[in-house]
């Protein structure tokens, strides 16, 4: 059944048991740690470093909510901000002073966060009780738990309302809407089965599911049909990789009718022509070098992809040097051919170039273009590698043009923190992550005339066409 909302406005909250837990390391890196603080290499525990081009905002910490901040959505001058014990809405049509709108208490990990029009949609992948806001965690070996999607009209930003609960096989770990340009929306719900001991996903799991949201009626969403990726199973997964067992996140691009999954251990390209029917056209492998596709960044003309690589899956140390600069990074791909004969050609791969302490979780995360007339220029969340301004217009030779970034959360533990998500929205960088939201705005002559692009609405994963 649903439950009514909880609450509006601030909410108290506990962090859920979804989160990752501080690590001890050892004495001889916590000594590296320090030495590295003491001679300058690494900024200083919460130290603020950036480039000269780099300007920082502001900073709203975290305020009820205190599970993990994860993804974000933009809307008119507010964003919407996940967080693993539900979400907040900010008011950000000052950059430099945003305003907490209201806070939903509402837990389920990852509460990965979409709008669209007076409809806000979470994921919810751990193991909950019921549906509603006041369910509670089970262990994920309880076969009555509910995980899925869960919907919320926001058309009065200071009292969402819970109006919907899907549903779906494995949960949902990330979504992505897909609108059809009629009286529907879809979402692709990317989910995979993390144990094959777990009662509710039950391999073969080797697709996504499509969720049907009829706009006028959003309370009648329902699970339109299961769509089959990978017939012959997927990459079956060796001693150095993952096997796939569904996908991580889909990026579409609807003007363009393509989307790119980033599946475990593939990288797809699909034609979503039919939205209710994404159909598989390419599929990539990275066995030497990828551990688990995570994401997928689009550039502007549609003709090149970035997947990314979550190494360590988000909680480990991978941005130091004995990890080295082609693991736990993007791969940037081309695209090639026209119709059902496309594919997807590897060019290099990008990761930071300023290495991180062993105390830090590290790997590249959610980001978004900057978009810019000539160049492809991306900003990505790397964790506690902070946030970085890259470019890709020559795919061979990636270079970073800007970055910020904090010291440490701990200069004796490898602790999760840091920036889960950076996008660039209507002039300005916002970042989620566990210091809560950082604004950030880029001065270069290379990102010139960004500012002037100007968005409605904002979806990473449901990539628009920036410029005309």
């Keep these: 059944m649903l439950a009514a909302l909880l609450s509006t406005g601030v909410a108290t909250a506990t962090p859920t048991p979804d989160e990752p837990t501080p690590a001890e390391v050892s004495s001889e890196d916590r000594a590296t740690v320090r030495e590295a603080i003491a001679d300058g290499e690494i900024p200083g525990v919460n130290e603020i470093v950036h480039t000269d081009n780099i300007r920082h905002l502001a900073n709203v910490p975290k305020a009820g909510l205190r599970g993990s901040n994860s993804d974000i959505a933009f809307q008119g001058h507010y964003a919407f901000a996940g967080n693993y014990d539900g979400f907040t809405v900010y008011d950000i049509r000052r950059p430099n002073k945003p305003k907490i709108v209201s806070e939903v208490f509402c837990p389920g990990s990852q509460n990965d966060i979409s709008v669209y029009e007076d409809l806000l949609f979470l994921s919810v992948d751990s193991s909950r009780s ?59 719900v990317s989910s995979y089965f993390p144990h094959a ?131 736990g990074a993007n791969g940037i791909y081309h695209i090639k051919g026209k119709g059902a004969k496309r594919s997807l050609e590897f060019q290099s791969y990008y990761k930071i170039p300023r290495h991180q302490a062993d105390t830090e979780n590290c790997v590249a995360h959610n980001g978004s273009l900057i978009p810019v007339k000539g160049r492809d220029i991306m900003v990505q969340g790397w964790y506690q590698g902070g946030v970085s301004v890259w470019e890709f217009t020559d795919s061979g030779n990636p270079h970073e043009i800007a970055f910020f970034d904090r010291g440490p959360a701990s200069a004796d533990r490898l602790t999760f923190g840091g920036s889960w998500s950076a996008y660039y929205y209507n002039g300005h960088i916002y970042s989620n992550g566990q210091n809560g939201l950082d604004v950030l705005r880029i001065d270069d002559r290379r990102t010139d005339g960004a500012e002037r692009v100007r968005m409605k609405e904002l979806n990473a994963q449901t990539q628009p066409r920036y410029l005309r």
Aim: with cysteine; proline share 7%; net charge negative.
């Design 130 to 188: 019921d549906d509603s806001c006041s369910s509670t965690g089970l262990p994920a070996t309880e076969k009555e738990a509910w995980e899925g999607m869960r919907i919320f009209d926001i058309s009065d930003l200071r009292a969402p309302r819970y109006i919907a609960a899907v549903e779906t096989a494995c949960g949902s770990h990330t979504h992505t809407l897909v609108p059809d340009g009629k009286k529907n929306l879809y979402i692709y």
């Design 197 to 327: 001991s777990y009662p509710d996903c039950q391999p073969p799991h080797d697709g996504i599911s499509v969720v049907k949201v009829p706009l006028k009626a959003p309370e009648k969403a329902h699970v339109s049909s299961f769509e089959v990726l990978f017939p012959d199973g997927g990459f079956p997964g060796d001693p150095t990789g993952t096997a796939t067992s569904g996908c991580h996140d889909i990026t579409v691009y609807p003007e363009r009718k393509l989307a790119a999954g980033a599946c475990m251990g593939d990288g797809i390209l699909m034609d979503i022509s039919k939205p209710a029917k994404p159909k598989v056209v390419d599929r990539v492998q990275d066995v030497e070098h990828f551990a688990f596709w995570h994401s997928a960044t689009f550039s502007e003309d549609g003709s090149k992809v970035i997947f990314t690589d979550e190494l360590g899956g988000g909680g480990a140390a991978t941005c130091n040097a004995a990890t080295g600069d082609k693991y």
